[in-house]
């Protein structure tokens, strides 16, 4: 069974004619894409425009081949997304594009071509805007693939496709509309086994970009205990950038929180249009509650109480020991002095009347 395996380049930033995939044969093959004009690329760092619906424009694509042998690749456009990790990505290759990705049209001649060493071909082709083309921000981009045969960790034969590419940015004029939502907020406190430390809060957000330009994100977060107890706001790391639909899933930690049983976190994120200052934005926000209790704390409380109780027992032990000891005393004395005091019969009697007596 032939298997399709499709290793995709990661377009990140600026994709210059040295950014290159590398095939696996004995001889290495490195090829480029970069934005270009008639006779050479440019200095451009993506193909990006700014059309009305219904445009027509023609551009130049510079494919090189850095090799030493001459390499055969497929040109085409593709549509953007963001992965789950805010990279940049294209869709596979086997899927077809339904956005600006279909906007793209290179002539049959430039399909498929095949490159001399060491040389390269600046490729044109055009771009159709829809006359229904929404406004806002349209990603993808310019794709040239090498597909080549190898065999997997098995010894299964396989056919790899890599690709490198150039991105490709178009504003459809219109009205912008910048926003973001948070769709989901969750947090989860941990103490710390010091019982006089502040413990953290590990924070899942997810944040969706529901407008129709690119965007980044400031976010922060904001924790508070009943009636604003040790209330505090924490900048948080600048969201990646999110294409228009695009959705970005993260995990934080905001240390020096108090464990005041019950939190209030209310996680906010400043939309920041990419490239373009002018438009004003709205921060987008998701609440949610935290119990933070003070396991370590009440644990210390509870040897405190005990401990306490365990003295005042002691210390009334040995006051009653105490009173009863002075209790056996005194009534040992009192014993003791009704044994040594004589009788009053014993006292009345003499010799002398005892003698007159017998006469």
Known sequence: MRVLLTAVAALIGVM?????????????????????????PNGRSSFTYKLDPGAVLTDYAAISNYSAQPITVDVYASDALTTATGAFDLLPAAQKPTDVGSWVAFEPAYRRMVIPSKSRMDVPFRIRVPENATPGD?????????????????GNRVRVDRRVGARIYLRVTGEMLPALSVEQTEARYTGNLNPFGPGSLTVTYRVRNTGNVRLTGRPQVHVAGPLGLGSGTTQLADLPELLPGGVFTTTVRVDRIRP????????????VPVGDQGIGTTMASRSATVWALPWPQLVLLLLIV????????????????????????????????????????????SPTETARGSS
């Open 16 to 40: 210059p004619i040295g950014a290159a995939a590398r095939a696996e044969p004995a001889t290495p093959v490195t090829w480029g894409v970069a934005p270009s004009g008639k006779s050479g």
């Open 138 to 154: 349209h990603a993808g981009g310019i794709v040239a693939s090498i597909a080549s045969p190898e065999s997997d960790d098995q």
């Open 260 to 271: 005041l049983v019950r939190l209030d976190l209310d996680l906010g994120v400043m939309p």
């Open 306 to 349: 005990v401990a306490s109780w365990l003295m005042i027992r002691r210390r009334r032990a040995i006051a009653r020991a105490l009173a009863d000891a002075r209790a056996q005393g005194r009534a040992d004395a009192m014993a003791s002095a009704r044994t040594t005091e004589p009788t009053d019969g014993t006292a009345d009697h």
